[in-house]
């Protein structure tokens, strides 16, 4: 049930690299992974509902000598800062679905839910030694009687924003998560993580850097991801259609080269995510809706939805009522249906849908671009074109909320972190070409972690001050960990 020999840990850090090529082939396994398993029959279904679940603590310099420790761990020793005092129902939070699940089993409900854990929450249960909560997400996660209910979704590693992420490291990120997972929960868990879930949301609009993020998530296995509604556009330009919102989408980049890719895309509809998934919305909203058309195929339409798992009064006090009581009521004839989003996607196909059929999107703002990309314009001389009419056009992505910029006001961050990513590909790129096992050293280990910690979204969210201090010290000290090489 847990077939993996990774230790979880080596030389006090997260085991985060060093088995790429075993995971690798784990990862690319192309069979189904819940069709097998599932008991829907999509048949009678109008539409159905898929919640996310997004669970995240930073990793902070913050111990008593400045060591590295999860933001948790803080809330626990200092209680009466901020919010801390509800450290315990944080750390509830991220456990409970191990309890619910098995409750709404037991008593012949069929719940779904999809969950997104980031690597820096994960190894902080770790360095405080909550096994109970990792326990209990063991169970709903390597248990046959439950894991058919649960989706995990993958993510980046240390919860960085794709679009302000040096290009190489967004793969080193990926893969960090997905090889810590393994060393948790085991192969054959990660072997069922198909979808992936991006931080705060936000996928870029930059054609470049759009086109390496799809194909680092493919490459490492992925076959799709959860976007936000105003994040993607039609490629005429214009916004989604409103009923192919509740279809899978393709999503298609390409490149200043002229290359694309694509990759399935479940959109997010707009709104607020606590609240909604709190109180258990998309159920209601998908009451409401029918089957609609992919190509001749007719197949039950999707509310996708995510929230943060923890955040919040709603999440705190209404999730816990609303969850179990909604799906104690959802009757076993239903035709309104929780599925996760890897399950729905298989069931479509196994009816005939193909994703060639899927309405198309891009990234926002691209279709400007490419009116202007010519034999003779490039794509950079094309933004610089558009960003002289427009100062409001921008590069940076679109995530949860339009008014907040995870690259305005922090160049102070920015610039250092993008240096010691600069630092970390010079010391180990040729050397991991020549040999990868170089991968399994203490010393690149640790590179990798700190490279991967300076770029946590958290640390240019709250302004300048203790958050941004922060940042400045693990750069510090990921460029000491560098110096060490020479």
């Known amino acids: 049930m847990n077939s993996t020999t990774l230790a979880t840990s080596r030389w006090g850090l997260p085991n985060i690299c060093g088995s790429e090529a075993e995971i690798s082939k784990v990862v690319k396994e192309e069979r189904p992974v819940f069709l097998p398993y599932t008991n829907l029959d999509l048949k009678g279904v109008k539409a159905g509902f898929a919640c996310?679940?997004?669970?995240?603590?930073?990793?902070?310099?913050?111990?008593?000598?400045?060591?590295?420790?999860?933001?948790?761990?803080?809330?626990?020793?200092?209680?009466?800062?901020?919010?801390?005092?509800?450290?315990?129902?944080?750390?509830?939070?991220?456990?409970?679905?191990?309890?619910?699940?098995?409750?709404?089993?037991?008593?012949?409900?069929?719940p779904r839910i999809m969950l997104d854990y980031s690597g820096n929450l994960l190894w902080g249960l770790e360095q405080m030694g909550r096994e109970?909560?990792?326990?209990?997400?063991?169970?709903?996660?390597?248990?046959?009687?439950?894991?058919?209910?649960?989706?995990?979704?993958?993510?980046?590693?240390?919860?960085?924003?794709?679009?302000?992420?040096?290009?190489?490291?967004?793969?080193?990120?990926?893969?960090?998560?997905?090889?810590?997972?393994?060393?948790?929960?085991?192969?054959?868990?990660?072997?069922?993580?198909?979808?992936?879930?991006?931080?705060?949301?936000?996928?870029?609009n930059h054609p470049d850097t759009l086109y390496e993020y799809i194909k680092a998530l493919k490459d490492c296995g992925y076959r799709w991801l959860l976007v936000q509604e105003h994040s993607v556009e039609r490629l005429d330009g214009t916004p989604l259609h409103h009923d192919d919102k509740y279809l899978p989408n393709l999503l298609l980049a390409r490149n200043s080269q002229g290359e694309t890719i694509s990759i399935t895309a479940l959109i997010k509809t707009q709104g607020s995510d606590t609240k909604l998934v709190g109180q258990m919305?998309?159920?209601?909203?998908?009451?409401?809706?029918?089957?609609?058309?992919?190509?001749?195929?007719?197949?039950?339409?999707?509310?996708?939805?995510?929230?943060?798992?923890?955040?919040?009064?709603?999440?705190?006090?209404e999730f816990p009522r609303d969850f179990m009581r909604i799906w104690q009521e959802i009757p076993n004839q239903s035709e309104v249906v929780g599925i996760n989003g890897t399950e729905y996607l298989e069931l479509i196909t196994a009816m005939g849908a193909k994703p060639e059929d899927y309405p198309v999107c891009q990234g926002v703002s691209q279709h400007k671009i490419w009116q202007k990309v010519n034999p003779e314009t490039t794509v950079e001389q094309a933004i610089a074109s558009i960003k002289a009419e427009n100062p409001h056009f921008h590069m940076d992505g679109?995530?949860?909320?339009?008014d907040l910029s995870w690259v305005k006001g922090y160049e102070n961050v920015l610039a250092p972190m993008q240096e010691l990513s600069v630092l970390f590909h010079q010391a180990y790129d040729s050397l991991v070409a020549q040999d990868p096992v170089i991968r399994q050293t203490e010393n690149y280990q640790k590179a990798l972690l700190y490279n991967l910690l300076a770029q946590t979204s958290c640390f240019r969210y709250w302004g300048q001050g203790m958050w941004t201090d922060y940042a400045r010290a693990i750069i510090a000290q990921g460029k000491q960990a560098l110096e060490a090489l020479k």
């Not at 998309?282 to 923890?310: H, M, N, T, W």
């Not at 679109?398 to 339009?402: E, F, L, M």
Request: glycine letters at 10%; a negative charge; one cysteine or more.
């Open 132 to 204: 109970d909560i990792l326990n209990n997400l063991k169970k709903i996660t390597c248990d046959t009687t439950f894991w058919p209910y649960v989706e995990w979704l993958g993510t980046m590693w240390s919860h960085a924003v794709v679009p302000s992420t040096p290009i190489p490291d967004i793969k080193l990120h990926i893969q960090a998560w997905q090889h810590h997972f393994a060393t948790i929960f085991g192969y054959d868990a990660l072997a069922r993580v198909k979808g992936f879930s991006p931080p705060e949301m936000h996928l870029p």
């Open 398 to 402: 679109a995530s949860w909320t339009n």
């Open 281 to 317: 919305q998309p159920y209601f909203e998908a009451k409401g809706r029918g089957r609609q058309k992919i190509g001749e195929i007719d197949v039950p339409c999707l509310v996708s939805q995510i929230a943060d798992g923890e955040n919040g009064g709603v999440m705190m006090n």
């Open 52 to 110: 996310a679940l997004h669970m995240h603590q930073p990793t902070i310099p913050a111990g008593k000598q400045g060591e590295l420790i999860s933001n948790l761990q803080y809330m626990f020793e200092h209680p009466g800062e901020g919010d801390n005092h509800n450290a315990n129902v944080f750390a509830w939070s991220y456990s409970r679905l191990g309890d619910f699940i098995p409750q709404l089993v037991a008593g012949g409900s069929n």
